[in-house]
């Protein structure tokens, strides 16, 4: 069953930083702002906790929310999340609205699969580097996915999986690639540790030497 975040949200009226400050100390929230759909930003207010807890799971970041204002739901998007420099603290959140058929850029996590049984891993001494974590997709909100799954099974060794490898659920595209195959990145490889590389490289280089007397 897929996840799902409700938050209730407040109207705010004051503003500034001081305003701000008095809100997160006395009531114990945090000032957010909701913009986007061609309609004007609305100032509001959240129970802080409620959204901290949320975030212990990472699909917040790729769903669609549903802040409860005054008795009405608004459909919108985590597009930005401010903390404290150093405290266990939120301090400000921006949800942009969601329009029913218009696309979304968000972005998704990877999740990597089989790492453990990929031969080139288990057989092999193999290790798995990731060089992306996420990838921004471009997708409409029904079909924005929770995560991006990344098989890397059948990987050979020194093998680089890409941006153009992945493989996307319907309706969904990567922004990247849209820039055209210059933006085709990394997302994964499988190499040696540079320790056995050398190892081999010095036994390789001894048994030319002993070959060739």
Not at 11 to 18: A, I, Q
Not at 19 to 39: C, F, Q, W
Not at 54 to 65: G, K, V
């Given at each position: 069953?897929?996840?799902e ?20 100390r ?29 975030l ?17 739901e ?18 400000h ?6 329009e ?9 996590p ?8 990929a031969p ?13 974590t996420?990838?921004?997709?471009i997708c ?8 991006i ?54 036994d ?5 030497e002993?070959g060739?007397?």
């Amino acid at each position: 069953m897929a996840q799902e975040f409700a938050f209730e949200v407040f109207l705010r009226d004051d503003k500034g930083k001081g305003a701000s400050r008095r809100l997160r100390r006395k009531e114990r929230k945090i000032p957010a702002i909701i913009y986007g759909a061609n309609k004007e930003p609305v100032a509001i207010s959240l129970w802080h906790n409620d959204l901290k807890k949320a975030l212990e799971h990472e699909a917040i970041f790729s769903h669609i929310l549903t802040l409860n204002l005054d008795g009405k739901e608004e459909s919108v998007i985590l597009k930005d999340l401010q903390r404290h420099p150093f405290k266990p603290l939120l301090t400000h959140a921006d949800f942009l609205r969601v329009e029913k058929g218009h696309e979304l850029h968000v972005n998704v996590p990877l999740h990597f699969m089989n790492e453990d049984t990929a031969p080139a891993v288990k057989l092999e001494g193999g290790i798995v580097s990731h060089q992306q974590t996420e990838v921004e997709v471009i997708c409409l909100p029904k079909d924005l996915p929770e995560f991006i799954e990344v098989d890397v099974s059948g990987m050979a060794m020194d093998q680089t999986i890409h941006l153009s490898d992945l493989k996307l659920p319907e309706g969904v595209r990567l922004a990247a690639l849209a820039q055209g195959p210059d933006h085709d990145l990394a997302v994964a490889s499988i190499h040696k540790p540079r320790g056995v590389k050398a190892d081999e490289a010095e036994d390789a280089e001894n048994e030319g030497e002993e070959g060739g007397e």
